[in-house]
């Protein structure tokens, strides 16, 4: 893991592999490291040079507790991009990711060769929205749930049908979220407080090519959020991917990663 300093702000970066540049950005609460499972292996062996950024508030980025901004997220993966060679490069991300990414082509175009964004919204979504806050009231009360709970709360919003009625992969699942616990630290604090304002209407202006891509069993950002961004922007391409819950990439990385690599391979 390396850092560069950004104003102040040490930021971790992780690259992996040769060729041209592929930058994969996580979502909230997560660092790059998620992407290493079987992201990164997948796109290093299709030739690419792979760089994974811990968003701050994860990872081997500062916290910074005080406060961060999508526009601190959007210029962390500008300034890694320059770092590496100035681009333009291919970029994805999930989630919160998305988000920074749509952000990223939308103001410096001349960095993002193509985009791939998974479970992409433009506007907040009502539930999500109020489980935001409630995350944030949990905190900030000092409540931390019970971890077989909080392991079961989380795999039904995470996780697809498919997933939680095979006992197996379940079990994994659980005893992962089990181990991870509800607390959560105050740089993923900091990540629950970004202003998730409604930009729906201002991604008519991304012209760089797009592939969104919708997980059919997301409950934490239903597909319809996703279909919403592909279809205003002028670029994109739509794909919606059956039996996925909003950790799709790690749930199903085999059509994940076939779409990742096909989309790149064009652009």
């Known amino acids: 893991m390396a850092v560069f300093d950004r104003d102040g702000v040490r930021v971790g970066y992780r690259v992996e592999g040769d060729g041209p540049l592929v930058v994969l950005v996580m979502g909230t609460g997560s660092s790059g490291r998620a992407w290493h499972l079987h992201q990164v292996p997948a796109l290093v062996a299709a030739g690419y040079r792979v760089a994974t950024i811990d968003n701050r508030g994860t990872g081997e980025s500062d916290e910074c507790a005080s406060g961060i901004t999508m526009a601190d997220l959007v210029g962390d993966v500008a300034a890694l991009i320059e770092l590496l060679g100035g681009g333009p490069a291919r970029v994805a991300g999930t989630s919160l990711g998305a988000r920074i990414v749509q952000e990223l082509a939308l103001a410096r175009p001349d960095l993002v060769r193509c985009a791939v964004l998974l479970a992409a919204h433009g506007r ?137 690599i096909a989309f790149f391979a064009d652009h």
């Open 124 to 260: 907040p979504d009502p539930v999500q929205h109020v489980l935001s806050l409630g995350e944030r009231t949990l905190h900030d009360s000092g409540v931390t749930l019970p971890p077989a709970y909080h392991a079961a709360v989380t795999a039904h919003l995470y996780l697809s049908p498919r997933t939680l009625t095979d006992p197996t992969a379940v079990a994994d699942w659980l005893d992962l979220f089990e181990l991870a616990g509800s607390t959560i630290t105050p740089g993923v604090r900091a990540q629950l407080g970004i202003i998730d304002d409604d930009r729906l209407d201002a991604y008519r202006d991304i012209t760089v090519p797009c592939l969104v891509v919708a997980f059919a069993d997301d409950r934490m950002l239903p597909p319809y959020l996703t279909r919403e961004v592909a279809s205003i922007v002028p670029s994109a391409r739509y794909v919606e991917l059956a039996d996925c819950g909003h950790f799709g990439y790690l749930e199903r990385p085999e059509p994940v990663n076939r779409h990742l």
